[in-house]
Protein backbone atom coordinates (compact mmCIF):
# COMPACT_ATOMS: atom_id res chain seq x y z
CA UNK A 1 0.00 0.00 0.00
CA UNK A 2 2.89 2.13 0.67
CA UNK A 3 4.14 1.89 -2.96
CA UNK A 4 0.93 2.20 -4.27
CA UNK A 5 0.29 5.66 -2.26
CA UNK A 6 3.61 7.14 -3.51
CA UNK A 7 2.26 6.53 -6.88
CA UNK A 8 -0.73 7.79 -6.60
CA UNK A 9 0.55 11.05 -4.47
CA UNK A 10 3.00 11.44 -8.05
CA UNK A 11 0.21 11.20 -10.08
CA UNK A 12 -2.05 13.79 -8.58
CA UNK A 13 0.56 16.26 -8.33
CA UNK A 14 1.33 15.87 -11.94
CA UNK A 15 -2.10 15.78 -13.88
CA UNK A 16 -1.55 16.01 -18.09
CA UNK A 17 -4.75 17.16 -20.30
CA UNK A 18 -6.48 14.88 -22.88
CA UNK A 19 -3.77 12.90 -25.36
CA UNK A 20 -0.90 14.82 -23.44
CA UNK A 21 -0.74 12.45 -20.86
CA UNK A 22 2.41 10.92 -21.82
CA UNK A 23 4.30 11.25 -18.36
CA UNK A 24 1.52 9.64 -17.14
CA UNK A 25 1.22 6.80 -20.06
CA UNK A 26 5.26 5.94 -19.29
CA UNK A 27 4.70 5.33 -15.57
CA UNK A 28 2.18 3.21 -16.43
CA UNK A 29 4.09 1.31 -19.10
CA UNK A 30 7.37 0.47 -16.67
CA UNK A 31 5.01 -0.72 -14.15
CA UNK A 32 3.12 -3.02 -16.28
CA UNK A 33 6.28 -4.10 -17.81
CA UNK A 34 8.29 -4.84 -13.99
CA UNK A 35 4.89 -7.01 -13.50
CA UNK A 36 5.72 -9.11 -16.44
CA UNK A 37 3.52 -7.48 -19.57
CA UNK A 38 4.13 -6.98 -22.79
CA UNK A 39 3.78 -3.65 -23.42
CA UNK A 40 2.95 -1.24 -26.29
CA UNK A 41 2.72 2.23 -25.99
CA UNK A 42 1.43 5.38 -28.54
CA UNK A 43 -1.59 3.16 -29.06
CA UNK A 44 -4.82 5.98 -30.03
CA UNK A 45 -1.48 8.67 -29.57
CA UNK A 46 -0.82 8.30 -26.19
CA UNK A 47 -2.40 5.11 -24.87
CA UNK A 48 -0.68 1.93 -23.29
CA UNK A 49 -1.68 -1.55 -23.53
CA UNK A 50 -0.13 -4.44 -21.25
CA UNK A 51 -0.82 -7.84 -22.00
CA UNK A 52 -0.04 -10.73 -19.09
CA UNK A 53 -0.16 -14.15 -20.35
CA UNK A 54 -0.29 -17.50 -18.23
CA UNK A 55 -1.72 -20.51 -20.26
CA UNK A 56 -4.74 -21.52 -21.81
CA UNK A 57 -8.40 -19.63 -20.81
CA UNK A 58 -10.46 -16.44 -21.64
CA UNK A 59 -8.97 -13.12 -21.68
CA UNK A 60 -10.29 -10.33 -19.35
CA UNK A 61 -9.46 -6.72 -20.80
CA UNK A 62 -8.80 -4.26 -17.42
CA UNK A 63 -9.01 -0.38 -18.11
CA UNK A 64 -7.98 3.10 -16.41
CA UNK A 65 -8.45 6.01 -18.15
CA UNK A 66 -5.68 8.70 -17.46
CA UNK A 67 -6.42 12.36 -18.33
CA UNK A 68 -7.23 15.32 -16.05
CA UNK A 69 -9.26 18.58 -16.39
CA UNK A 70 -8.34 22.17 -16.58
CA UNK A 71 -9.54 22.98 -13.23
CA UNK A 72 -7.23 25.16 -10.49
CA UNK A 73 -7.36 23.08 -7.51
CA UNK A 74 -8.26 24.40 -3.80
CA UNK A 75 -8.32 20.76 -2.17
CA UNK A 76 -5.66 22.84 0.43
CA UNK A 77 -3.80 19.00 0.10
CA UNK A 78 0.30 18.96 0.54
CA UNK A 79 0.60 17.21 -2.79
CA UNK A 80 -2.09 19.78 -4.51
CA UNK A 81 -1.22 20.45 -8.40
CA UNK A 82 -0.21 23.81 -9.27
CA UNK A 83 0.34 22.63 -13.27
CA UNK A 84 -0.39 25.05 -15.85
CA UNK A 85 -0.75 23.76 -19.53
CA UNK A 86 -1.41 24.79 -22.88
CA UNK A 87 -5.00 22.99 -23.80
CA UNK A 88 -6.19 21.83 -27.52
CA UNK A 89 -7.20 25.91 -28.25
CA UNK A 90 -3.68 27.50 -27.56
CA UNK A 91 -5.19 28.32 -24.09
CA UNK A 92 -3.21 28.08 -21.06
CA UNK A 93 -5.20 26.65 -18.05
CA UNK A 94 -4.63 25.04 -15.16
CA UNK A 95 -4.71 21.38 -14.65
CA UNK A 96 -5.63 18.89 -12.12
CA UNK A 97 -7.01 15.58 -11.40
CA UNK A 98 -10.47 16.55 -10.51
CA UNK A 99 -12.48 12.81 -11.83
CA UNK A 100 -10.59 10.71 -10.17
CA UNK A 101 -8.10 9.65 -13.11
CA UNK A 102 -5.41 9.22 -10.81
CA UNK A 103 -6.82 6.93 -8.29
CA UNK A 104 -7.85 4.55 -11.58
CA UNK A 105 -4.30 4.49 -12.81
CA UNK A 106 -2.92 3.58 -9.09
CA UNK A 107 -5.74 1.01 -9.53
CA UNK A 108 -5.31 -0.61 -12.54
CA UNK A 109 -1.34 -0.56 -11.55
CA UNK A 110 -1.84 -1.85 -8.19
CA UNK A 111 -3.86 -4.97 -10.10
CA UNK A 112 -1.25 -5.73 -12.36
CA UNK A 113 1.37 -6.21 -9.41
CA UNK A 114 -1.42 -8.20 -7.70
CA UNK A 115 -2.24 -10.56 -10.37
CA UNK A 116 1.26 -10.94 -11.79
CA UNK A 117 2.34 -12.19 -8.17
CA UNK A 118 -0.67 -15.12 -8.00
CA UNK A 119 -0.06 -16.56 -11.30
CA UNK A 120 -0.91 -19.93 -9.83
CA UNK A 121 -4.68 -18.50 -8.80
CA UNK A 122 -5.62 -18.26 -12.59
CA UNK A 123 -5.05 -18.94 -15.91
CA UNK A 124 -5.81 -17.04 -19.37
CA UNK A 125 -4.40 -13.69 -20.62
CA UNK A 126 -4.94 -10.16 -18.98
CA UNK A 127 -5.28 -7.01 -21.46
CA UNK A 128 -4.70 -3.82 -19.15
CA UNK A 129 -5.74 -0.73 -21.05
CA UNK A 130 -4.51 2.98 -19.52
CA UNK A 131 -7.15 4.88 -22.00
CA UNK A 132 -5.82 8.39 -22.88
CA UNK A 133 -8.65 11.72 -23.37
CA UNK A 134 -11.82 10.24 -21.69
CA UNK A 135 -12.60 13.77 -20.76
CA UNK A 136 -12.17 14.58 -24.21
CA UNK A 137 -14.58 11.68 -25.31
CA UNK A 138 -12.44 10.11 -27.96
CA UNK A 139 -9.91 8.21 -26.02
CA UNK A 140 -11.34 4.68 -26.06
CA UNK A 141 -12.22 5.39 -30.18
CA UNK A 142 -8.74 6.30 -31.05
CA UNK A 143 -7.84 3.10 -29.34
CA UNK A 144 -9.82 1.21 -31.05
CA UNK A 145 -9.29 2.56 -34.74
CA UNK A 146 -5.43 2.04 -33.80
CA UNK A 147 -6.07 -1.59 -33.76
CA UNK A 148 -6.06 -2.39 -29.80
CA UNK A 149 -8.25 -5.97 -30.81
CA UNK A 150 -6.11 -6.44 -34.13
CA UNK A 151 -2.94 -6.39 -31.77
CA UNK A 152 -3.74 -7.59 -28.93
CA UNK A 153 -6.70 -9.95 -29.37
CA UNK A 154 -10.26 -9.88 -28.41
CA UNK A 155 -11.25 -10.27 -24.89
CA UNK A 156 -14.17 -12.27 -23.79
CA UNK A 157 -15.39 -9.30 -21.71
CA UNK A 158 -14.18 -5.68 -20.59
CA UNK A 159 -14.12 -3.99 -16.91
CA UNK A 160 -13.71 -0.85 -15.84
CA UNK A 161 -14.63 1.26 -12.56
CA UNK A 162 -14.54 4.86 -11.46
CA UNK A 163 -13.71 6.79 -8.39
CA UNK A 164 -17.59 8.40 -7.33
CA UNK A 165 -18.46 11.11 -4.29
CA UNK A 166 -19.43 8.01 -1.67
CA UNK A 167 -17.89 6.45 1.15
CA UNK A 168 -15.22 5.04 1.06
CA UNK A 169 -15.00 0.95 0.66
CA UNK A 170 -18.49 1.19 -0.70
CA UNK A 171 -18.76 -0.25 -4.29
CA UNK A 172 -22.02 0.52 -6.38
CA UNK A 173 -22.90 -1.80 -9.38
CA UNK A 174 -25.89 -1.19 -11.90
CA UNK A 175 -27.53 -3.84 -14.87
CA UNK A 176 -28.63 -2.33 -17.89
CA UNK A 177 -28.70 0.88 -18.46
CA UNK A 178 -26.06 2.74 -16.28
CA UNK A 179 -24.72 6.19 -17.59
CA UNK A 180 -26.12 8.87 -19.88
CA UNK A 181 -24.94 9.30 -23.77
CA UNK A 182 -23.03 12.39 -24.26
CA UNK A 183 -22.91 15.45 -27.13
CA UNK A 184 -20.46 18.20 -26.66
CA UNK A 185 -20.43 21.12 -28.82
CA UNK A 186 -18.54 24.10 -29.41
CA UNK A 187 -20.45 27.44 -30.96
CA UNK A 188 -19.31 30.37 -32.43
CA UNK A 189 -21.47 33.52 -32.66
CA UNK A 190 -20.83 36.39 -35.01
CA UNK A 191 -20.97 40.07 -34.35
CA UNK A 192 -20.14 43.23 -35.64
CA UNK A 193 -18.21 44.25 -33.38
CA UNK A 194 -17.53 48.58 -32.28
CA UNK A 195 -16.74 50.86 -29.79
CA UNK A 196 -18.62 50.17 -26.07
CA UNK A 197 -19.84 53.68 -25.88
CA UNK A 198 -21.82 53.36 -29.69
CA UNK A 199 -23.79 49.75 -29.84
CA UNK A 200 -26.05 50.59 -31.70
CA UNK A 201 -23.17 50.67 -34.53
CA UNK A 202 -22.68 47.25 -33.81
CA UNK A 203 -24.18 43.89 -33.15
CA UNK A 204 -23.05 42.85 -29.89
CA UNK A 205 -22.21 38.87 -29.93
CA UNK A 206 -21.96 39.24 -25.98
CA UNK A 207 -25.69 39.69 -25.97
CA UNK A 208 -26.13 37.50 -28.32
CA UNK A 209 -24.25 34.78 -26.57
CA UNK A 210 -26.20 35.71 -22.51
CA UNK A 211 -29.43 35.43 -24.39
CA UNK A 212 -28.84 32.12 -26.25
CA UNK A 213 -27.79 30.62 -22.88
CA UNK A 214 -31.00 31.71 -21.13
CA UNK A 215 -32.77 30.67 -23.72
CA UNK A 216 -31.45 27.48 -23.66
CA UNK A 217 -31.97 26.51 -20.32
CA UNK A 218 -35.96 25.96 -21.59
CA UNK A 219 -35.09 23.23 -23.31
CA UNK A 220 -35.28 20.54 -20.97
CA UNK A 221 -37.94 22.64 -18.93
CA UNK A 222 -40.48 23.40 -21.69
CA UNK A 223 -40.00 20.23 -24.32
CA UNK A 224 -39.31 17.78 -22.65
CA UNK A 225 -41.70 15.43 -20.84
CA UNK A 226 -41.31 15.21 -16.95
CA UNK A 227 -41.17 11.02 -17.42
CA UNK A 228 -37.80 11.86 -19.59
CA UNK A 229 -34.72 12.83 -18.74
CA UNK A 230 -31.37 15.49 -19.99
CA UNK A 231 -29.50 18.13 -19.29
CA UNK A 232 -28.15 20.86 -20.80
CA UNK A 233 -25.07 23.11 -19.37
CA UNK A 234 -23.15 25.81 -21.30
CA UNK A 235 -19.80 25.14 -19.24
CA UNK A 236 -17.80 27.79 -21.15
CA UNK A 237 -19.14 31.73 -23.20
CA UNK A 238 -15.98 33.25 -24.00
CA UNK A 239 -15.92 36.79 -25.51
CA UNK A 240 -14.12 40.05 -25.56
CA UNK A 241 -10.85 41.23 -24.33
CA UNK A 242 -11.73 44.91 -23.06
CA UNK A 243 -14.52 47.05 -21.25
CA UNK A 244 -15.78 49.63 -23.99
CA UNK A 245 -14.17 47.10 -27.01
CA UNK A 246 -17.38 45.60 -28.31
CA UNK A 247 -15.95 41.89 -29.88
CA UNK A 248 -16.80 40.51 -33.21
CA UNK A 249 -17.51 37.10 -31.84
CA UNK A 250 -18.55 34.80 -28.73
CA UNK A 251 -18.10 31.34 -27.85
CA UNK A 252 -19.70 28.34 -25.88
CA UNK A 253 -19.01 25.60 -25.30
CA UNK A 254 -22.23 22.89 -24.53
CA UNK A 255 -22.19 19.58 -22.71
CA UNK A 256 -25.82 17.44 -23.17
CA UNK A 257 -27.14 14.64 -21.61
CA UNK A 258 -29.63 11.90 -22.26
CA UNK A 259 -30.93 7.99 -21.89
CA UNK A 260 -32.94 7.54 -24.78
CA UNK A 261 -32.18 8.20 -28.57
CA UNK A 262 -35.48 9.94 -29.33
CA UNK A 263 -34.69 12.28 -26.92
CA UNK A 264 -31.22 12.98 -27.48
CA UNK A 265 -32.09 13.85 -31.04
CA UNK A 266 -35.11 16.24 -29.69
CA UNK A 267 -32.25 17.59 -27.15
CA UNK A 268 -29.68 18.35 -30.15
CA UNK A 269 -32.16 19.58 -32.36
CA UNK A 270 -33.68 21.82 -30.05
CA UNK A 271 -30.70 23.20 -29.00
CA UNK A 272 -29.50 23.77 -32.68
CA UNK A 273 -32.81 25.44 -32.98
CA UNK A 274 -32.34 27.93 -31.12
CA UNK A 275 -28.39 29.23 -31.53
CA UNK A 276 -29.63 29.63 -34.69
CA UNK A 277 -32.65 31.72 -34.14
CA UNK A 278 -30.89 33.71 -31.31
CA UNK A 279 -28.65 34.92 -34.32
CA UNK A 280 -31.21 35.69 -36.69
CA UNK A 281 -33.40 37.39 -33.99
CA UNK A 282 -29.68 39.68 -33.06
CA UNK A 283 -29.74 40.34 -36.87
CA UNK A 284 -25.92 38.27 -36.61
CA UNK A 285 -24.28 38.81 -40.21
CA UNK A 286 -23.30 35.74 -40.41
CA UNK A 287 -24.95 31.90 -39.89
CA UNK A 288 -23.49 30.37 -36.35
CA UNK A 289 -21.10 27.84 -36.60
CA UNK A 290 -21.98 24.40 -34.26
CA UNK A 291 -19.30 22.09 -34.22
CA UNK A 292 -19.74 18.39 -32.82
CA UNK A 293 -16.40 18.25 -30.72
CA UNK A 294 -17.33 14.74 -29.15
CA UNK A 295 -20.18 12.31 -29.07
CA UNK A 296 -20.65 8.99 -27.25
CA UNK A 297 -23.80 6.73 -26.41
CA UNK A 298 -24.74 5.43 -23.33
CA UNK A 299 -23.01 3.53 -20.68
CA UNK A 300 -25.11 -0.11 -20.95
CA UNK A 301 -23.82 -3.30 -18.50
CA UNK A 302 -24.48 -6.38 -19.39
CA UNK A 303 -26.90 -7.68 -17.09
CA UNK A 304 -25.80 -11.43 -16.36
CA UNK A 305 -22.17 -10.54 -16.23
CA UNK A 306 -23.09 -7.41 -13.66
CA UNK A 307 -25.46 -9.23 -11.45
CA UNK A 308 -22.86 -12.80 -11.23
CA UNK A 309 -20.10 -10.25 -10.86
CA UNK A 310 -22.22 -8.43 -7.76
CA UNK A 311 -22.37 -11.62 -5.84
CA UNK A 312 -18.77 -11.94 -6.16
CA UNK A 313 -18.16 -8.49 -4.90
CA UNK A 314 -20.37 -9.06 -1.85
CA UNK A 315 -18.37 -12.36 -1.34
CA UNK A 316 -15.32 -10.28 -1.35
CA UNK A 317 -16.75 -6.90 0.86
CA UNK A 318 -19.64 -8.07 2.22
CA UNK A 319 -23.30 -7.65 1.76
CA UNK A 320 -23.32 -4.04 3.61
CA UNK A 321 -20.43 -2.62 1.07
CA UNK A 322 -22.28 -3.44 -2.06
CA UNK A 323 -24.88 -1.79 -3.42
CA UNK A 324 -27.33 -1.40 -6.26
CA UNK A 325 -26.02 1.60 -8.17
CA UNK A 326 -28.45 4.97 -9.27
CA UNK A 327 -29.08 5.49 -12.87
CA UNK A 328 -25.98 8.29 -13.16
CA UNK A 329 -26.38 11.58 -15.77
CA UNK A 330 -22.68 11.90 -16.19
CA UNK A 331 -21.04 9.73 -19.00
CA UNK A 332 -18.21 7.53 -20.21
CA UNK A 333 -16.57 6.22 -23.11
CA UNK A 334 -15.71 2.84 -21.65
CA UNK A 335 -18.81 1.61 -23.32
CA UNK A 336 -16.71 1.62 -26.56
CA UNK A 337 -14.66 -1.54 -26.16
CA UNK A 338 -17.46 -3.41 -25.68
CA UNK A 339 -19.02 -2.47 -28.32
CA UNK A 340 -16.20 -2.11 -30.34
CA UNK A 341 -15.15 -6.29 -29.48
CA UNK A 342 -18.83 -7.31 -29.46
CA UNK A 343 -18.44 -8.36 -25.79
CA UNK A 344 -20.32 -7.99 -22.16
CA UNK A 345 -18.61 -4.78 -20.60
CA UNK A 346 -19.62 -3.94 -17.05
CA UNK A 347 -18.41 -0.56 -15.56
CA UNK A 348 -18.93 -0.18 -11.59
CA UNK A 349 -18.13 2.54 -8.73
CA UNK A 350 -15.86 2.53 -6.00
CA UNK A 351 -16.39 5.02 -2.85
CA UNK A 352 -13.21 7.63 -2.42
CA UNK A 353 -15.11 9.66 0.10
CA UNK A 354 -14.20 9.70 4.01
CA UNK A 355 -17.29 8.14 5.80
CA UNK A 356 -17.34 10.33 8.50
CA UNK A 357 -18.42 12.79 6.13
CA UNK A 358 -21.83 10.87 5.26
CA UNK A 359 -25.00 10.08 7.14
CA UNK A 360 -25.26 7.73 10.31
CA UNK A 361 -27.91 5.86 8.93
CA UNK A 362 -26.11 4.46 5.86
CA UNK A 363 -26.82 7.16 3.06
CA UNK A 364 -24.73 6.96 0.47
CA UNK A 365 -25.78 10.08 -1.34
CA UNK A 366 -23.19 12.96 -0.76
CA UNK A 367 -24.63 15.97 0.81
CA UNK A 368 -24.41 19.72 -0.46
CA UNK A 369 -20.59 19.45 1.67
CA UNK A 370 -19.06 16.42 -0.57
CA UNK A 371 -17.36 17.95 -3.03
CA UNK A 372 -18.45 15.41 -6.32
CA UNK A 373 -16.06 14.83 -9.37
CA UNK A 374 -14.89 17.79 -11.44
CA UNK A 375 -15.74 20.03 -8.52
CA UNK A 376 -11.79 22.14 -7.80
CA UNK A 377 -12.61 20.50 -4.33
CA UNK A 378 -12.72 17.20 -5.32
CA UNK A 379 -9.56 15.00 -3.12
CA UNK A 380 -10.65 11.23 -2.68
CA UNK A 381 -9.58 9.76 1.09
CA UNK A 382 -5.98 7.45 0.26
CA UNK A 383 -7.39 4.97 2.58
CA UNK A 384 -9.33 2.54 2.30
CA UNK A 385 -9.93 3.66 -1.78
CA UNK A 386 -6.37 2.37 -2.91
CA UNK A 387 -7.20 -0.85 -1.30
CA UNK A 388 -10.86 -0.85 -2.37
CA UNK A 389 -10.30 -0.51 -6.07
CA UNK A 390 -7.37 -2.98 -6.07
CA UNK A 391 -9.29 -5.45 -4.57
CA UNK A 392 -12.13 -4.64 -7.33
CA UNK A 393 -10.48 -5.19 -10.13
CA UNK A 394 -8.55 -8.08 -9.01
CA UNK A 395 -11.90 -9.87 -7.79
CA UNK A 396 -13.54 -9.08 -10.95
CA UNK A 397 -10.48 -10.60 -13.27
CA UNK A 398 -10.25 -13.82 -11.29
CA UNK A 399 -13.95 -14.11 -11.59
CA UNK A 400 -13.38 -15.25 -14.88
CA UNK A 401 -9.99 -16.59 -14.77
CA UNK A 402 -9.56 -18.08 -11.25
CA UNK A 403 -8.36 -22.12 -11.94
Known amino acids: MSDLESRYVDLHRNPELSFEEHRTAGIGADALRAAGCEVTTGIGRTGVAGVLRNGAGPTVLLRADMDALPVREETGLSYASTRVATNSQGIEVPVAHACGHDMHVTWLLGAAESLAARRDSWSGTILFVLQPAEEAGGGARAMVEDGLFDRFGTPDVALGQHLAPMPAGHVLTRSGLAMSASDTLHVRL ?171 DGTLAPGPDVPSNHSAQFAPTLHPTIDTGVRTLVTAALSYLSN
Not at 203 to 231: C, W
Open 190 to 360: FGRGGHGSRPEATVDPVVLAASTVLRLQTVVSREIGATDAAVVTVGAMNAGAKENVIPDEAELQLSIRSFAEPVREKVNEAVRRIVRAESTASAAPREPEITATASYPPTVNDEAATEALTARFREEFGPDQVRDGPLITGSEDFGEFGRAAGVPSVFWFVGGIDPARFAA
